[in-house]
């Protein structure tokens, strides 16, 4: 723009002092007394104004600014303009099921004795044996212990967490495993005889798991976890927007599939029993296939996942550890807040993209007007006032342009 306006100078200098400035009644007698060198400063003056890049400037962070507070009035929180423009271009969304699709605080809901120990005997010493885990299934054991007026005394003498597998616990001088069918065959223990029951506790979409005690398969414990209301609401949002929308969880494959379908997620995009360790693999392996991916979870096993994600979504109901790794936090854990962060964060770039076309088509407009000012009767000398105007008027749309966006909440329910 300097070098434009340094060529408007010299070009009506030339201009002036050779020819006069025609349509003016400008003579060279007019240019030698200084009227041309008047007009040349005045037009090149008007050609910096009306460029002046004020509107360029305010285009990205006025839009970034009123969508990013959008967001956080909707209890959506973003970061950054760098995650609000990562997360507008997903095209899968991987849902972590526990906390993220359920509410992640199962209850109690089955407890099956295979052997001659009693069911009260055979909770007190699973509760007992899970009672020093913060997993959400342990809770949810001991918890319905308590409930049912079972004491539980003192911590197991040793316990080994396996992850993704279950627990070994040494406990009263018996050796008690609790976890999935692949943890008893790890040990060389048969559980074949609890096969029916276990198939017909994990169609109902209840996590079911086997207590083996001293080598032998003695019971099994069934937890269930409260799908979020919304959660299938969310998910057709979400389909609504030609997103593909995939579920990631450790639970066996059948208990996974009934959850998925309580909230119609298709089968073929259901992986389960997948290790916490293997989340992020799953996220790249996705990746790999083209996807721009989102990942959403609530727990610090999700972390890793978070991170290798295109965009990771936290809920804020879930643990500092993965609020910290994510690009966007839903400060109420409520699913259907992914579709409208989706939805704001394509917004906030439309309005980006309208600014800037608004900010280059002033000038576009502009420039010309007032390199060619000298020879419109209006302007002339008072080019670069209109100028300023003008260069003002183009920040005021720009401005006006992004605090549409305040509306997003109102248009989306509309």
Known sequence: MLVIAALTFVAWA??????????????????????????????????????????????TPTAIMVGTGKGAEQGILIKGGESLERIQAVRAVLLDKTGTITKGKPELTDLVALADLPENELLRLAARAEQGSEHPLAAAIVEGARARGLALSNYPEQVTALAGRGLQAVLEGHTILIGTRSLL????IESAGAEEQLTQLEAQGKTAMLIAVDGKCTGIVAVADTIK?????????????????????????????????KVG??????????????????????????MIVAFAGDGINDAPALVQADAGIAMGTGTDIAMEASDITLVKGNLQSIASALALSQATLRTIKQNLFWAFAYNVILIPTAILSPLIPFLKEQAPIFAAAAMALSSVTVISNSLRLRRFGRSCQG
């Open 14 to 59: 030339i201009i002036g002092h050779t020819i006069g400035i025609p349509g003016t009644g400008m003579s060279m007698m007019d240019a030698s007394s200084g009227n041309a060198w008047i007009t040349a400063i005045v037009a090149a003056v008007a050609v910096l104004v009306v460029a002046c890049p004020c509107a360029l400037g305010l285009a």
């Open 229 to 261: 209301a919304g959660s299938r609401e969310a998910v057709r949002q979400l389909h609504a927007q030609g997103l593909q929308v995939w579920m990631i969880t450790g639970d066996n494959r059948r208990t996974a599939l009934a959850i998925a379908e």
């Open 185 to 188: 065959r790890e040990h060389n």
């Open 265 to 290: 997620i298709p089968a073929e995009h259901v992986l389960a029993e997948v290790l916490p360790e293997e989340k992020s693999q799953q996220v790249k392996r996705l990746q790999e296939q083209g």
